[in-house]
């Protein structure tokens, strides 16, 4: 576990505490269709505003390249008062960091909060600009780092900021997602069992890697299986591969092999002549893929061998679906490892992005023991890389 000061470490009685989170919420038409990670933000807010902190929320949304209305935080600002039953004022301005949100800050009394405008309007928060770092440091005698899906990023509000700030500490969504994610790649109850899946094997390169030295199996699944399946001389048809990465997957099986560790791919293969949902589909065995087929989902054979793998299991870390799981016919592989994560008796990581989005939408998510809020940050961590957002913060 990283020895990272907390909101439990820190007396924030009367100061003023910037907080970082991430409300990257899905917008449609001004309406958030996500809360999720307004929501998890909470624990950390009602705790400060509990001690007596004067609590100044930021954070990004979307990629604006400066001030744009389609990305402003007022719509998060609204339901945020809503879920902690009290006011939050909402510092509108361009400059993030001008008049208005000045006068906000010092109108605040202790308990009180306001969220200032997306970070990003000021284009230098993704260079780490030190102005900006700087107008935010002058607001705040304490900054708090919550927001975990931005902590592989050095920007000026989760980085610049902490270095200016006398005071710095992790908020419990930062802790706990640090705990989770560290304590399962360094110090696992095994067997340790890790699920890729997604598309590409480039994406997932320096993940398998880091993993081939700790897990007990590596299973993968998803479009990066056909350049493994490739790599063992079996046909993929028209499915994804990646011609470069062929040499390397049979390293990597190699690898595993050397290690004794259990590298599972699919052994049979759902698939379609037409990438859309309403089409002819069916199962193959490996070798069986024609050369105008292509793969879409792992097969219900493999369903069965992936979903025995898993049983064994003590800790599973899982990133990536393993098909085309936004067509509902061939979501079935990624229901079927869900299904068997959600029944065994074991800690359940899912490492964020579209794997948190499948387990969330087929209802498997309070059947997990942690499911992160950071895709990218997430397979940093599983990378086995420091995060620059978490670097950034006082040690205790």
């Known amino acids: 576990m990283l020895n990272k000061k907390t909101v439990d470490d820190i007396n924030v009685s009367g100061k003023r505490v910037l907080v970082r989170c991430d409300f990257n919420v899905p917008l449609q038409d001004g309406r958030i269709t996500d ?39 007022a719509p998060v600002a609204k339901r945020l008062g809503e879920l902690l039953g009290k006011p939050v004022v909402f510092a509108a301005d361009d400059n993030v960091v001008g008049d208005n949100a000045r006068k906000a800050v010092a109108d605040m009394k202790d308990g009180d909060v306001v969220l200032l405008e997306n970070t990003r309007f000021r284009p230098e928060e993704t ?11 002058s607001l705040a ?4 780092d919550d ?9 000026c509000s989760t980085v610049g900021v902490a270095g200016l700030v006398p005071v710095s500490a992790v908020g419990y969504l930062m802790e706990k997602e640090i705990a989770f994610l560290g304590n399962a ?18 994406d997932k390169i320096a993940v398998i890697d880091n993993l081939l030295d700790k897990v007990d199996t590596l299973i993968i699944g998803g479009g990066m299986a056909y350049t493994f399946l490739k790599a063992k001389g079996f046909g ?25 560790v259990k590298f599972l791919l699919p052994v049979d293969t759902v698939v379609v002549k037409e990438f859309k949902n309403d089409t002819e589909f069916k199962t193959v065995p490996n070798g069986g893929i024609e050369d105008d087929w292509m793969g879409v989902d792992i097969g219900e054979k493999t369903r069965e061998l992936f979903a025995d793998a ?9 990133n990536g679906p393993m098909g085309v799981f936004e067509f509902p016919n061939f979501d079935k592989g990624t229901v079927a490892v869900a299904s068997s994560l959600a029944s065994i008796d074991a800690t359940t990581i899912i490492g964020g992005g579209d794997s948190a989005a499948a387990v969330n939408q087929l209802g498997f998510g309070d059947k997990m023991t942690h499911i992160s809020t950071g895709g990218g940050a997430s397979l940093e961590f599983l990378e086995g890389k420091e995060l620059p957002g978490v670097v950034a913060v006082q040690d205790k």
């Open 236 to 260: 993929v048809g028209k499915s994804l591969l990646e011609e470069d990465k062929i040499d390397y997957a049979k390293d990597m099986i190699k690898k595993a092999a050397d290690k004794g």
């Open 141 to 144: 005698d304490v900054y708090v």
């Open 127 to 137: 260079k780490n600009g030190e102005a900006f770092s700087k107008d935010l440091a």
């Open 310 to 318: 898993i049983k064994g299991a003590k800790t599973v870390v899982w």
């Open 147 to 155: 927001a975990f899906g931005s902590s592989h990023r050095a920007h």
């Open 35 to 73: 809360e999720n990670r307004i929501v998890a933000s909470l624990p950390t807010i009602k705790k400060l505003i509990k001690d007596g902190g004067r609590v100044i929320l930021c954070s990004h949304l979307g990629k604006p390249k400066g001030p744009d209305p389609s990305a402003t935080l």
């Open 185 to 202: 790649v360094n110090n696992p109850v095994r067997p340790f069992v890790a699920i890729l899946g997604g598309a590409k094997v480039s």
